[in-house]
């Protein structure tokens, strides 16, 4: 079993469209990192959050650390072809990152 | 300044066999992680070395092992594969501890156990 859950797994959208995908978990963490993985290469780190209810944004990537810091959300407005890859978020405890399984994320022209 | 670097990129073995897989990890970076990929499982931790010694551990057999050199480059070994070993080994090199630097990761080597 996952000790982060991410939703929806897949997603497939139009260029222009927006998208939310949600990484949540029973365990608090210390803080919370997004990756997004594109085909045949290694994960990207695209943001960490610390404090619970931090919001953080990164040009058209807003992401959002729950109040208890249990849950995370990654919301992208306006989504363009470039966004399309595997979203991946990890919590960090104690040195080590667990992370979830991943959103496909598919934007169409 | 050069990415994290592995080495092989492919690799095809039979169950039975062992492997051992490279990182190079980005200069003057001293921590090296190890991750296994897999489509139902995800990202799973295995283990992080920092100067030559292992300093965390996930939850893998014994079958899984590593080992840094003084340079700060990886092996992994993994002996007796199996079918379930198939997957992306990812490294990871940062700075100091992993969870509190920025990770950066390699291309990974795509192994298949047949």
């Known amino acids: 079993t996952q000790l982060l859950e991410q939703s929806p797994q897949f997603l497939s959208i139009q260029e222009g469209e927006n998208l939310t995908v949600y990484c949540n978990s029973s365990s608090v963490f210390s803080s919370l990192q997004w990756y997004r993985q594109e085909p045949g290469e290694g994960p990207v780190l695209l943001v960490t959050v610390v404090t619970g209810g931090e919001v953080k944004k990164l040009k058209r990537l807003t992401f959002q650390f729950g109040d208890a810091r249990k849950d995370s959300s990654l919301h992208i407005t306006a989504a363009q072809p470039g966004d399309t890859g595997l979203y991946l978020c990890?919590?960090?405890?104690?040195?080590?990152?667990?992370f979830g399984a991943g959103t496909t994320v598919t934007v169409r022209a | 300044k050069a990415g994290v670097t592995q080495t092989p990129r492919y690799l095809i073995k039979t169950r039975g066999q062992q492997v051992t897989l490279s990182c190079s990890p980005i200069s003057g970076h001293r921590s090296v992680s190890w991750y296994q990929q897999t489509p139902g499982q995800g990202l799973q931790f295995l283990f992080e070395?920092?100067?030559?010694?292992?300093?965390n551990k996930g939850n893998f057999p014994g079958r899984f092992s590593g080992r840094q050199f003084s340079n700060s480059r990886s092996e992994m070994n993994v002996s007796t594969l199996e079918l379930g070993d198939s997957a992306l080994y990812l490294c990871a090199s940062s700075l100091d501890r992993a969870g509190l630097e920025t990770q950066y990761f390699g291309p990974g080597t795509r192994l298949l156990v047949l």
């Open positions: 990890a919590g960090e405890n104690d040195y080590k990152l667990s």
């Open positions: 070395y920092f100067s030559e010694t292992q300093r």
